[in-house]
């Protein structure tokens, strides 16, 4: 099994920055991204990485935020810049154990999840 504890949430103005980070614990992992759900709407992707650090992003979030890991310790971060309100979401940290893994924002490539944190961004 594997287990997931994200970090990092928190309250920033509109054009502020916050980084997240997920720690992995258990079972080797692959694949690792980052998705995001809002109050009424559908989980979304934001952010992936896979084998050889290979690395997608989802179109809102292009350019603004840049996700990385540290696989020695186990830790994936998401650095979000120049927050906007529309980034108010819950953050979810999610992973896989998919060999030499291609990164995917599809939420079902990630059997394990991460309980979430609160990122608020206000105008």
């Known amino acids: 099994q594997v287990e997931l504890v994200e970090s990092g949430g928190g309250s920033v103005q509109a054009g502020g920055s916050l980084r997240l980070s997920c720690v992995a614990s258990?079972?080797?992992?692959?694949?690792m991204g980052w998705f995001r759900q809002a109050p009424g709407k559908e989980r979304e992707g934001v952010a992936a990485?896979?084998?050889?650090?290979?690395?997608i992003y989802g179109e809102s979030v292009k350019g603004r935020f840049t996700i990385s890991r540290d696989t020695a310790k186990r830790t994936l971060f998401l650095q979000l810049n120049s927050l906007k309100p529309e980034d108010t979401a819950t953050y979810y940290c999610?992973?896989?154990?998919?060999?030499?893994?291609?990164?995917?924002?599809?939420?079902?490539?990630?059997?394990?999840w991460g309980r979430g944190t609160q990122v608020t961004s206000s105008s």
């Open positions: 990485i896979g084998y050889g650090d290979r690395t």
């Open positions: 258990g079972r080797s992992t692959s694949c």
């Open positions: 999610a992973a896989n154990r998919v060999a030499y893994c291609v990164p995917t924002l599809s939420e079902s490539n990630y059997p394990y």
